[in-house]
Every structure is written in C-alpha cells, then in structure tokens.
C-alpha cells in the first residue's frame, strides 16, 4: 500500500527525522494560507508547491513548482490541481492531481539517495545509499551500480551505528553532517520496523548549505500483510489513487487486478490465475482481469467475483478455470448458476472444472440450460473462450 | 523412498481445534498420515475428533508438551498470520525436523525475524509458509492438497503455486505417471524451504527419475535454481513460470508475485531456466507432457 509523500513525512517527522516545514492543501486558497504561513514561520519567501499522487517522477512531469510568496503559491496551486500528470510511472493515462504539499524552500548543498526495503535475496531489509540523488535508482543501478552502497540489517540487532557510519563516509560526509546521518538512519529503520515497511525511499536526501540533512522526499510502501496491525493505515489510503473495481474486490475476500483485455478469468489459486492469463495470450486472447477466488471461497465470493467481472464494459466473454482441491467444484458450479440468474449472461461463458466432485459440478452445468460452453482442461477453455471473445483487445 | 516425508512422519497440528486446521488434520489422518496431537493454547488436556476420518488426537498446550509426550517430528501449522510467526518458532524450540506452514499473509518482518532463527541452527527446515504443502503419495500428506489426484510413482514435484502444483500431478496421474514427493514452497518474498533445497534432495533421491519446477514472476529463486540444475542436476526437468502476462509493479495475489524494477519477469527466469536445459512447456497445460518427452 502506498501513501503520499506529505503523509510519509508526517510520519518520518514523528520518529524525529529531519524534514522541511510543510502543509497539505486541497485548494488554491488553501495553498496561499499555507505559504504565508510558512513564510511567517521560515523568514523566508520561498515555497514549493508539489503534486500528491502516488507517482515518482513529478518533478519532471511539471508537478513540482519553486515559487516566491503566497500569491504566486496560489496561482501555481491553482494551476497544478485537477491537472494530469503523466510520469513514467503514472502510465500513459497519467494520474489527476487533487492534492498538494506546500513546503518551505531549503538551501541544497548536496542532494543524496536513501532507501530501505526488504531484499528478498539476502533475506534483511538492506540499508543502501547513493551519492546520485535526485535520479531514478534503477538507471544507477543500471549504469553505475558501484555508486549504490548497501548494509543488510540482522533483525536480531537492528541497525548497528557501524553500518550506518560505513555508508555515511562512503558518501563523503563527515563531523556534524555525519552524526546527523547516523542519527537518521538509526530512526529510519526504527520506523521501518513499527511502521511495517516494505520500503521507504528518501530521494533526495538533502545536505543543506549549513550542513544539516532533511527527507526532502519520502516514499513509503507498508507490507499488506501487516494491515492487521495497522488499523491507521485505512485514513492513509487515497480513494483517488485506487481502483474502486479492486478495493470492492478486496473487501469481498478476493485477489483482483485489472488488465486492458477483453476476456473475463475467474480462477481458483494466484499462480493457476496467472497461468490462465497466460494462457488465454498463448492463444491470442487478451486477459481482462487477474481474478483469484481463493482456495476457499463459497457460492457467495463466487457470485461476487461474477459481478465483479461483468462490470468491466470491455469484457467479451468470461473463463471459468478451477481446479477443486479443498474447493469442491458442485460449489463452483452452485456460485456460477446462481450468479449467471441473478446477474444475467451477456457474454459467452467458458468453463472448466477439474478435481473434487468435478462429475457431480459438471451434471449440474449440463442440467441448469444456462448457455455454458464446457471445457474438458485448461487448454480446451482457453482456445474455446478466445474463438468465442474474439482476439485481441 | 521420495524425500523429507513418509510413514516415518508424526505430525502435530498447531491450531487443530480452528475451522482450517479440523477440516485438514481431518483430511490429512483420512489419508493415512500419521497426525499425533494438536497444539491449541489453553485447550491442553482435551482431545481432538476427525468427523471423516473417525480418528482422534490429544490436543496439548505447548509444542513442547506435544512433542515430548507424542515423539512428533513433524509441526504443521494453520494458525492465522498474526500468530503464525510465533507457532514456527515455538515448534522449532520444539525440536521438530521440519515445520510445514500453511498460513497465507504472515507479514515480512515476522518472516525475517524467523528465517534468522532458521539460519542460526540445522534441526528443523521450514516448508513455506503460503503453500499447499508435502505429499508423499500413499504415505503421508501433510498441506492441503486433494490427496486424491496423487499416485505413488518417481516425478518431484516443486511449486511455488498450490493450484498450478495440482494441475501439475493432475496432468502427470493422467498419463500414467506417479509421483515420489510434491512440494509446495509458497509464493511468499521471504520463506523457509527453496527450489534449490528441494532439487538436492531429489538429486539424491534414487526413486526420483524426473522434475517438474513450478515457479512465477517476483524474486530470482528460479534464476539460482537454474543456475544449480545446470552446474549438478542429474535428472530431466521440465518448468513453467506463470505470469509472463502480469503487468509490472502489480502484486499477482501472492505476496512475491511481483516484477518490480522490471526485475523478476518470466522471460528472465524461462531464458535461464533454458539455458540450465529444462524444457518449458509451452502452456500450462503441456506440464505432465513436457515432462514425459524428457523421459
């Protein structure tokens, strides 16, 4: 789950890390009461009005403005809210700014790249740092990967002061700027684990003139999984920045993500759900969806996830693929039956039953005089269901 | 023979009396694996029933109780994810060989500080958590696989996946040919047991003539294991990656199944996987096929 950066501050500032005077704004007026603010608090006239979408690369899509005093905060506000940005990593279709960070303006000396995440290689959250902030770690991974320095964490001590001070000299500091960067790195990880972090990035990591550091850009991603400790996240969430098909997908108990096909997939297990996607593309179909029902699911959810999936208009036909283990397939084909009458078959519908009770689920298909194409595996269905939605998208 | 599970095993079921862990211990005993107790705080003392099977086990207190008293060596755990971490560790202080974990949606952090436990001593290996489980099939099934679709016979099985792992032995009974032991290790980013743990052993197996590796986008576990097959694997292996189709930077259901920094892709992992000699078997449903050309 991502947040927005002046959300990720707010929470880097309450673990006592450095980050600049700042203050959200939903609206243009908003945005010039929050720059005199700041101009009163700061003595200084420069502020930065920057986008709140859960996209990196705003500063070059136009999303980050340097402005002197509130009016012209006001008018770069104005400006900015209700636009589209488009980042590489917004997509093509790019994302619509609804909020904005007001911040006050800092000297940079040096600009430096922070981050820490879990390295599923090495099996610890790695602490790594690079002297190039400002750009896209990839590319210096990519291209000077011995610019990216790195400490695994053992979770048995925690961040050690050695490791944090290796990679401080590593960067070049030293004296004052040094301590300070111990000192941060110390909190971001002790952040790191209350908060459930998948990753924090902090790009730049600001060196001011005076020698002090500041988060002049904070990325968090929490781990999913630890949502049930977390019950703050829910007023963290932005409803804009997600997929209302998904997050209704989510509350019913299933794994949805939606793709730019035009073939429904209903599936029981992530990797059987990816494959059928696969699948349908081996054949010249595009998937609509990634839909996983799970291991478990009753007549209910899979009532649900037909709804679900005959809500996207681009869908064309829809594929049942499900291999009953705990499952019992009469139960997949009780949830299809009943979800067919209650939501009306409008597409043609391919299914494919395998496993547990799978006579038993086939009869009842054969019998219920629903217009359902029955498939006798995984290949079957998707040639079928590819002929019957047409290829491509 | 087949690995790490057989008649030998005597398993206890941390979170017997739930809704999960009845219906699978049940299932489990159904099939002929010995389950010897179950661990459920605060229920020490009383006894567990198996509406199918007919069988019942004394549920104990502590995995510690339950192993000294039953002579368990095997823990297979249902306990939901907040409290899951804390069953893995405790059957580990237990002493018992190998912990299976069922549990999807244990939090990283939890995983990390477990696997540094796992890392620091060499009594108990970890199979999962996020996965279906063991089965050695006519002898002991320990997960949540339908026992059924098995058949005792010389193809390993090692999945990532649960349902790909039964389509997988689905595919390979059809054409008549059994399995030694399948093995789900799970989609999770942090686990106990990998592809490459599990292909030593089969290497050693003398009664495994041939592999099927099940594997997924996210994470570079294929990529090493690859790299193992290539450089020590003796026997034929076939493969298949799901998920060449997902879309970058979105998490495919299971926790690891994600590209991210367009690292993880299948197209990486099938090209490695190639160049090791495995044959990838073109759609998911030519993984029994695949692997019978190679016999």
Redesign the interface.
């Known amino acids: 789950m991502n947040i927005h950066e002046y959300q990720g501050k707010q929470i880097l500032a309450r673990y006592g890390i450095p980050v600049p005077k700042g203050i959200p704004a939903f609206h243009a007026a908003e945005a010039a009461a929050a720059a005199s603010t700041l101009v009163a608090e700061t003595g200084s006239e420069v502020v930065v009005v920057t986008a709140q979408i859960h996209a990196g690369g705003r500063g070059k899509a136009g999303g980050v403005k340097v402005v002197k005093g509130a009016e012209a905060a006001e008018a770069a506000a104005a400006k900015l809210l209700g636009a589209t940005l488009v980042t590489p990593q917004t997509g093509p279709k790019g994302k619509v700014v609804n909020r904005l960070y007001i911040e006050q303006g800092l000297q940079i000396a040096r600009e430096l790249y922070v981050a820490m995440l879990?390295d599923?290689?090495e099996?610890?959250?790695v602490f790594m740092a690079s002297t190039e902030g400002g750009m896209e770690?990839?590319t210096v991974?990519a291209e000077t990967p011995e610019k990216i320095l790195k400490q695994w964490i053992?979770?048995?001590t925690g961040l050690m002061p050695y490791q944090a001070r290796r990679i401080g000299f590593g960067l070049g500091l030293s004296g004052k700027t040094l301590q300070e960067f111990v000192a941060f790195a110390t909190k971001l990880y002790a952040m790191f684990?209350a908060e459930?972090c998948?990753l924090v990035e902090v790009n730049p990591f600001l060196i001011t003139k005076e020698g002090s550091v500041f988060a002049l850009d904070a990325k968090i991603n929490f781990?999913?999984?630890?949502a049930?400790?977390h019950p703050e996240w829910d007023a963290l969430r932005d409803p804009d920045e997600e997929n209302p098909v998904e997050t209704e997908a989510k509350h019913a108990g299933l794994?949805y993500?939606a793709?730019d096909g035009n073939i429904g997939c209903l599936?029981?297990?992530?990797?059987?759900?990816?494959?059928?996607?696969?699948?349908?593309?081996?054949f010249g179909g595009e998937?609509a969806n990634?839909l996983?029902v799970g291991?478990?699911a009753t007549k209910e959810q899979v009532t649900q996830a037909f709804k679900i999936i005959t809500k996207d208009p681009a869908v064309r036909g829809i594929f049942v693929n499900i291999?009953?283990?705990?499952m019992k397939c009469d139960t997949i084909a009780a949830g299809v039956i009943a979800a067919t009458r209650e939501v009306g078959l409008q597409v043609p519908l391919v299914v494919r039953l395998?496993?547990?009770n799978v006579e038993l689920g086939r009869t009842m298909l054969k019998e219920s005089g629903l217009a359902i194409t029955a498939a006798s595996?995984?290949?079957d269905g998707?040639q079928k269901i590819v002929e019957l939605a047409g290829k491509g998208a | 023979m087949a690995i790490l599970v057989g008649p030998q095993t005597r398993v206890i079921v941390h979170g017997i009396t739930g809704t999960a862990g009845s219906f699978h211990a049940d299932h489990c005993l159904a099939y002929g694996t010995q389950i010897v107790g179950g661990v459920t705080p605060g229920k020490g003392g009383s006894s567990w029933e198996g509406k199918t099977s007919g069988k019942s086990a004394p549920v104990f207190d502590t995995a510690f109780d339950a192993v000294q008293q039953t002579g368990a060596n095997c823990s297979l755990v249902f306990v939901p994810p907040p409290f899951a971490a804390d069953s893995i560790l405790e059957a580990v202080d237990a002493g018992v060989e190998l912990v299976v974990c069922i549990t999807e949606g244990i939090p990283v952090n939890d995983m990390l500080k477990v696997r540094r436990v796992l890392d620091s001593q060499t009594r108990t290996r970890l199979i999962g958590p996020n996965c279906p489980g063991i089965i050695t099939p006519g002898s002991a099934k320990i997960g949540i696989m339908p026992g059924h679709i098995h058949r005792p016979g010389h193809i390993g099985v090692v999945s990532k996946s649960g349902t790909l792992t039964y389509e997988a032995v689905h595919q390979l009974t059809s054409l008549g040919l059994g399995q030694s032991t399948a093995i789900g290790i799970g989609g999770d980013p942090v686990n106990g047991t990998d592809f490459v743990d599990v292909l030593k052993m089969f290497n050693d197996d003398p009664d495994t003539h041939g592999v099927i590796l099940i594997g997924e986008i996210g994470g570079n576990a294929e990529v090493v294991a690859a790299d193992y097959i290539k450089n020590h694997f003796r026997k034929p292996v076939a493969g298949f990656i799901a998920g060449a189709t997902a879309p970058p930077g979105r998490r495919m259901g299971h926790a690891g199944a994600v590209i991210s920094g367009g690292k993880g892709t299948a197209a990486e992992k099938q090209a490695a996987l190639i160049d090791a000699g495995v044959k990838i078997a073109p759609t998911p449903s030519d993984m029994g096929t695949t692997l019978q050309s190679l016999l």
């Open positions: 879990v599923r290689e099996r610890r959250v770690i990839e991974a053992d979770p048995a684990i459930d998948a781990e999913e999984n630890a049930f400790r794994s993500v793709l599936v029981n297990g992530a990797g059987l759900a990816m494959s059928t996607m696969d699948i349908i593309k081996h998937p990634f996983d291991g478990g291999f009953g283990g705990i395998e496993g547990t595996d995984m290949k998707a």
